[in-house]
């Protein structure tokens, strides 16, 4: 499990510019299959989830735990990571260890 910082990124990441309606079609259907919402860490009803595509959630996080590795949609999408709220989308951060 991911260590509790209790602090907000310095950077939040942007939308990215890729949500064309494409994208935005694809988060909307895995959407259903999200389980962000249950999770301790969820900031607040009012935040989009499916953070492993969209990205991190422009509310402050407390990393509380982390409900990733059960959840539906990063089964489907073969992903790994944990904290996608946090720390962004599977994208950015594949990205970034580039």
Same mark, same amino acid.
């Given at each position: ?24 079609? @694809? ?11 249950? !999770? =301790?860490?969820? #900031?607040? *009803? +009012? ?7 969209? @990205? ?11 409900? !990733? =590795?059960?959840? #539906?949609? *990063? +089964? ?23």
């Amino acid at each position: 499990m991911a260590e509790d910082t209790g602090r907000i990124p310095q950077e939040k990441q942007a939308e990215p510019s890729h949500n064309g309606p494409l994208m935005k079609a @694809g988060i909307a259907t895995i959407a259903a299959f999200c389980i962000c919402s249950k !999770c =301790p860490t969820y #900031p607040d *009803q +009012k935040d989009p989830k499916v953070y492993c595509a969209r @990205g991190a959630s422009p509310l402050p996080i407390e990393i509380k735990g982390c409900l !990733c =590795p059960d959840c #539906p949609v *990063q +089964k489907t999408l073969r992903l790994k990571r944990m904290n996608y709220c946090y720390y962004g989308s599977n994208r950015q951060l594949k990205k970034e260890e580039s």
